[in-house]
């Protein structure tokens, strides 16, 4: 085999590595964006329910919870007020209005039961919050909801 050939075959194999890497970054960049981007779940808590104002009330910071598929771990900064729940990922704010919780329900997240809440109507998402929260919000979710 003579140099040429050698010298062929080499920038074959380095342009078919660079072409398997770059689709394995557009495949990653695909599959973050639909699970956590701007398609369902947070993505769109956000966009219906985005808010500039900084969380007041009853701040938790470092919670868990599930928006969708996507769960949020120990990132999350969740707020009770009277005008609704704050809730911030991502230096993004959502505050949703107590009339905008539509269904309470049960799932589990880590192996501990946890209420599952379905916001919106239609439903923008289902978003899972702390008990200790939840707590915190029963008294302001709408009538006959709890």
Do not use: H
């Not at 599959?31 to 500039?52: F, I, M, R």
């Not at 919106?120 to 008990?131: I, K, L, N």
């Amino acid at each position: 085999m003579d140099t040429t050939m050698l010298v062929l075959l080499v920038v074959a194999g380095v342009l078919l590595l660079a072409g398997f890497v770059v689709g394995l970054v557009f495949l990653i960049l695909f599959l973050v964006k639909s699970l956590g981007g701007t398609t369902g779940g947070w993505g769109k808590l956000a966009e219906v329910y985005g808010s500039n104002k900084p969380p007041t009330g009853q701040i938790t910071k470092g919670e868990t919870i599930q928006v969708g598929a996507v769960t949020y771990k120990r990132c999350v900064t969740l707020a009770v007020t009277d005008e609704g729940l704050y809730v911030s990922i991502w230096r993004k704010t959502a505050l949703i209005p107590w009339t905008e919780f539509k269904g309470i329900g049960q799932a589990t997240l880590y192996w501990q039961k946890v209420p599952m809440l379905t916001v919106g109507d239609p439903p923008v998402a289902s978003m899972t919050v702390p008990v200790q929260v939840f707590e915190a919000m029963r008294g302001r979710l709408p009538v006959g909801l709890v």
